[in-house]
Nanobody, 126 residues
């Protein structure tokens, strides 16, 4: 059974930082591109960042987070991470990690990802 479990969300002031983690089990992790998405109340789920199945610094970011967020993965630990710096109120959302088999890490469509975590809330206060 496949499990993706996010952690690290919470409440932070604008300008602060948070680090999210996603622990994956039940699949061949190194064969999957990994993505982070977010969904704010009343809005559609949107792509935040994605990373190639090999890692290797091959990552894609939404324009809204470029230069502030960094995605990374550790294939030995079956985990993917999202370091979020210079957080803004508009970053407030539930953050999800997702897995895309043989993906290249630049797929922005949620439908392309086969497996999802349950999400973790990130709230940025003014």
């Amino acid at each position: 059974q496949v499990h993706l479990v996010e952690s690290g969300g919470g409440l932070v002031q604008a300008g602060g930082s948070l680090s999210l983690s996603c622990a994956v089990s039940g699949l061949a992790f190194s064969s999957y591109a990994m993505g982070w998405f977010r969904q704010a109340p009343g809005k559609e789920r949107e792509f935040v960042a994605g990373i190639h199945w090999s890692g290797g610094g091959i990552a894609t970011y939404a324009d809204s987070v470029k230069g502030r967020f960094t995605i990374a993965r550790d294939n030995a630990k079956n985990s993917v991470y999202l370091q979020m710096n210079s957080l803004k109120a508009e970053d407030t959302a539930v953050y999800y990690c997702a897995a895309d088999k043989y993906g290249l890490g630049h797929e922005i469509r949620p439908a392309a990802y086969e497996h999802w975590g349950q999400g973790t809330q990130v709230t940025v206060s003014q």
